[in-house]
RNA sequence: GCCGCUAUGGUGUAAGUGGUUAACACGCUGCCCUCUCAAGGCAGAGAGUACGGGUUCGAGCCCCGUUAGCGGUACCA
């Protein structure tokens, strides 16, 4: 039987972490089996649901990668489905109207609440006559319909995937809810009957639906349709342990964030899947194909992993281990495609020209390999890269007061400058030449030139090889800068 | 409250069916590179496996209890 798993994510905010990664193990057990990877959009709560926010799963969606097969269904296409399943389910006795108001029960739980006793749906209407329900309906009530969960004893059994299994006494599950009075199914039946509808054989959510699970099974029964498997992926906790949502950590809990801050969907992708899986060998740089082929229910984590958001210190701003990952990968990956992926960053802080890919595309592409060695997003061409790509650079206090301490730069750095401006080649090999012959006419130390014209030619103090960079910043601008730095 | 899930260094994970001094990665610290470093190389610190019992010749792995965290407990998804 072909597998077939989805990702349905409800559209009532951005996309989130956690459902990056539910959709990403759904993914890669797709893949792994030749499957189909089915999105779907459950927008039945219309009072939260927005079209913005389905757009920006669609978005989050195609910049992670994860391609789907069949979608995106949109679960209030299906409102007919729903609403004939509930009626079959009435009539066949497995459900039943329930007249009670939302204030009604919300006294009996504020009731329950006050003795100190667990509220469970009494069940009071669990066997009314029809004259009962007229007479209900003769005063104007509505009703839901909730499950007829047997009071014999009892207990629902499923076997997770990676909790293994479960056992829920009927005792323990009340009559719950499924349609709403006002019509409109609720989650536990929706989610249910479309995913029977579209065949789904693998259910893979997060542990949330672990508890809710004995609910959705006692329906599938009901309703004869066959149990799809189950497997729940533990949770992504922030620092202190909280689930991670927009309210309490804003921006940080969207996917659109992580773009944004100059992340590679690839790396993302690989930090994310480790939060909760191991491959089973030793590595953790993993590719979507890698991560594929070693993709196992087994080899997923039953505690709950955390994230952190917070990050560490200023250098770690978010967790170390994703900067870490994100570096790994910069260095690692074509340097065209690099290319392409630095370049609306720079666009963004306005530091792209046009001659970048065009005529100077040669020389962008050496700078950028050059710069990639020790940055980690690529926010960071922007910001520590500006002296490459500006001449309107700052000049780091520390690098300042490290590099320029000598005073006697102030008069060698313009005097290099007119030394290699002589120069008929400027590569790195002309200028290491250069500049050491300088020093040593000057009987200076060289490294005290070269630490001066870093911070001369880019305001830092850390930053490649200097003949390197004197090699990609060209004869005019080096000369410029050295003569300016200290005037 | 009730029901359930979980508990290995700061973080992420390893340690197939219980068997030597608990492994790897990130981070951290130090050293080297001496043209710097946020890069690279090397080294080191850091848990005795939440706690308490038990089973066993032997337990991180099994059982019980406690504690803690998380999830569920909606006419949210």
């Known amino acids: 039987m072909t597998v077939r798993v989805r990702f349905a994510p409800s559209p009532t905010g951005y996309l989130h972490v956690g459902g990056a990664r539910t959709a990403l193990f759904n993914w890669l057990f797709a893949r792994r089996n030749n499957g189909v990877f089915i999105l779907r959009i459950e927008d039945t709560d219309t009072a939260r649901s927005t079209e913005e926010a389905t757009q920006s799963i669609l978005d989050g969606m195609r ?57 469970k749906y009494n069940g009071a209407h669990r066997e009314l006559t029809p004259e009962q329900q007229a007479a209900f309906e003769a005063e ?79 329906l599938y029964q009901a309703m004869g349709k066959t149990v799809p ?48 899986w191991s491959s089973g060998d030793e590595r953790e740089i993993l590719s979507l194909d890698d991560m594929r082929d070693a993709f196992s229910f087994e080899r997923i984590s039953h505690t709950n992993a955390i994230f952190n958001l917070k990050g560490t210190d200023e250098r770690n701003w978010i967790d170390p281990k994703l900067l870490w990952m994100n570096s790994e990968y910069l260095k690692a ?33 050496r700078t950028v390999d050059l710069l990639r060695a020790r940055y980690r997003v690529l926010t960071d061409f922007a910001t520590y890269g500006k002296p490459y790509f500006s001449d309107e650079f700052e000049f780091e206090a520390e690098a300042v007061k490290k590099n320029f301490k000598d ?25 290491e030449a250069g500049l050491r012959a300088f020093a040593e006419a000057k009987g200076v130390k060289a490294g005290l030139l070269i630490n001066g014209s870093r911070t001369a030619l880019t305001g830092q103090s850390v930053g490649p090889s200097m003949f390197e960079l004197f090699a990609v910043m060209g004869k005019a601008r080096s000369v410029t800068r050295l003569r300016k730095a200290l005037s």
């Open 229 to 276: 498997q189950f497997a729940h992926l533990p949770l992504i906790l922030d620092e202190n342990r909280v689930k991670i949502s927009k309210r309490i950590h804003g921006d940080a809990a969207t996917v659109k964030f992580y773009k944004e801050k100059g992340f590679l969907t690839e790396a993302y992708l690989n930090f994310l899947a480790l939060l909760g």
């Open 333 to 365: 990956m074509p340097l065209d495609r690099l290319v392409a992926q630095v370049r609306p960053f720079l666009e963004e802080a306005g530091l792209w020209q046009d001659a970048y890919a065009n005529e100077e595309a040669e020389w962008f592409a």
């Open 407 to 431: 005073p006697a730069l102030r008069d060698l750095l313009p005097q290099l400058a007119d030394h290699l401006e002589t120069l008929e080649e400027f590569t790195h090999d002309s200028v």
């Open 63 to 119: 910049w992670l990668g994860l391609n789907w097969d069949e979608g995106p269904f949109y679960q209030t296409h299906n409102h007919a489905l729903h609403k004939a399943a509930a009626e079959a389910l009435v009539a066949s006795g497995h459900a039943y109207r329930a007249y009670e108001t939302k204030e009604e029960l919300d006294a009996m739980r504020a009731e329950a609440e006050v003795r100190k006793v667990p509220f």
């Open 140 to 218: 104007g009530r509505s009703h839901v319909i909730r499950f007829k969960v047997p009071r014999t004893g009892g207990s629902v059994k499923f076997t997770d995937l990676v909790y293994g299994e479960q056992e829920k006494a009927f005792d323990d599950i009340e009559d719950f809810s499924f349609y709403r009075s006002e019509g409109g199914a609720l989650y536990l039946l929706s989610n249910a009957v479309d995913d029977a509808e579209q065949r789904v054989t693998h259910v893979i959510r997060g542990q949330d639906g672990l508890a809710n699970t004995p609910k959705q099974v006692l």
